[in-house]
């Protein structure tokens, strides 16, 4: 006899957008593709660029304040305003019983994420750092290949990038929105080398900082539990965006641009080489915000691959290396 059970329909996530820039068009971009989800609400500082988001993105409600957004009838809310306000969208979110999404780096320093990460426990709230490289399809499908074909253990990772073409007046040039290379590119660096090595030990740092005091460029080495990195960032030069994974066995590029990977290179002691290639669709966003959707479906408050631990390692990291140059933000 025939099973007549059917799975039920899971259950519709409604998402809010607090922040329609780049990264909220982005994301609305990525959602479109997930199933069992739409976006319903948008905010932002600047009234005329949200309703042209919702213009855009057919988002039917447009709130007035941060509170109206928190407020709204919506399940999850995507945070992709700059960082220097990303603690107080949080807090606000996760004490209207929202689950948040915050846009990569979590917040300005490791003080505001246990902060708010405290707040998402006392709320049963999910909290996700939007972390994007491991859930892209090649990331996913170099790890497996390591599984079944390995180079060992990875103890050496080299990564960065510097983009010297970015406008004068691109938000991380300026201080009061917590900008600079190791905020802006440095959470993608940060994450690989915890990622693959482990829990931070220290951080050795070099670099430079512009006169409106953001690094343009920095050189940071740290060292894992497992290895050590080689890390740089910057705005006022121009460099390749790949990656290296080094281990007793082999190595392997991660080819340009790395955190949104579509090519790798698996080069092995006795001179095999594999090549990977998987491409990416809808802009990538789409793949860490259906996991976050299915988190909230199977009412995680963290998740696995994005865990809290390694967002604090991420923060710890990217706040010893700016500290280092004398970096600091308004109201820190």
């Keep these: 006899m025939v ?36 976006l319903a609400a948008v905010w932002g500082r600047t009234p005329e ?98 599984q079944s074909d390995p180079i060992g253990p990875v103890g050496y990772v080299r990564a960065g990038h510097a983009d010297s073409s970015l406008a004068p007046d691109y938000p991380l040039h300026f201080a009061e929105l917590a900008g600079g290379g190791i905020m802006g590119i440095g959470p993608y660096e940060a994450f690989l080398a915890l990622d693959w090595l482990g829990p931070l030990k220290r951080v050795q740092t070099m670099g430079r900082v512009s006169p409106a005091g953001v690094d343009t460029l920095a050189l940071f080495q740290s060292e894992h539990e497992r290895g050590m990195a080689q890390l740089h960032t910057g705005l006022d030069l121009l460099s390749r965006g790949d990656a290296l994974l080094a281990a007793p066995g082999g190595y392997v590029m991660i080819h340009e641009n790395w955190w949104n990977p579509t090519r790798a290179t698996v080069h092995y002691l006795d001179a095999r080489r594999v090549e990977l290639h998987e491409p990416f669709t809808h802009g990538g966003f789409n793949y860490e915000t259906a996991h976050f959707c299915d988190l909230i479906r199977h009412d995680q408050l963290e998740s696995p691959e994005i865990t809290h631990e390694l ?18 933000f308004p109201g820190e």
């Design 3 to 38: 099973s007549s059970h059917v799975n039920p329909t899971p259950q519709h996530i409604r998402w809010g957008v607090a922040g329609p820039g780049r990264a909220g068009a982005r994301f609305a971009q990525g959602l479109a593709a997930v199933p069992a989800a739409s």
């Design 49 to 146: 660029r949200a309703h042209a988001y919702a213009q855009r993105f057919n988002v039917p409600q447009v709130c007035d304040t941060l509170n109206d957004l928190a407020a709204a009838n919506i399940d999850a809310i995507y945070v992709s305003t700059h960082p220097d306000t990303h603690a107080e969208i949080c807090l606000a979110a996760l004490t209207a019983g929202k689950h948040v999404m915050c846009e990569k780096p979590a917040m300005l320093n490791e003080r505001q994420l246990t902060e708010v990460l405290a707040a998402a426990r006392s709320h049963g709230r999910l909290f996700m750092e939007a972390m994007k490289p491991p859930f892209f399809p090649l990331y996913r499908r170099l790890r497996e290949h390591l």
């Design 311 to 328: 967002s604090i390692g991420m923060a710890r990291l990217l706040e010893s290396a700016r500290t280092a140059l004398g970096v600091r």
